[in-house]
Nanobody, 114 residues
């Protein structure tokens, strides 16, 4: 399974992005999915998770209120709707299963200008 993230880019502080993560139908229907991020010089952190039922969600405390992880069953994609982005949110964002069981993709870079 290859994860190919896209949809990142440069936004102004306060802006929004919604990068998609097309996931294999097999894993999409059998695993909780998460988005992660890694900023330069920092460890990768799990930002948002949506559970198999499509209802339960978990968020990193620092993104609560601004991020909403969404699941599109028709397109087999999982996306974080990122609103009110702040410069500290800048990182390479990747998707994977909740237990990071799949090989990591390249990720998509998010840059937030102040």
């Amino acid at each position: 399974v290859h994860l190919v993230e896209s949809g990142g880019g440069l936004v102004h502080s306060g802006g929004s992005l919604r990068p998609p993560c097309p996931a294999s139908g097999v894993f999409f229907s059998r695993a909780a999915m998460s988005w992660y991020r890694q900023a330069p010089g920092k460890k990768r952190e799990q930002v948002a998770t949506i559970f198999l039922d499509g209802v339960g969600r978990n968020y990193l405390n620092s993104v609560k209120g601004g991020f909403n992880i969404l699941k599109d069953n028709a397109k087999s994609t999982v996306s974080p709707q990122m609103n009110g982005l702040k410069p500290e949110a800048a990182a390479v964002y990747c998707c994977n299963t909740v237990d990071s069981a799949l090989s990591w993709g390249q990720g998509t870079q998010v840059i937030v200008s102040s």
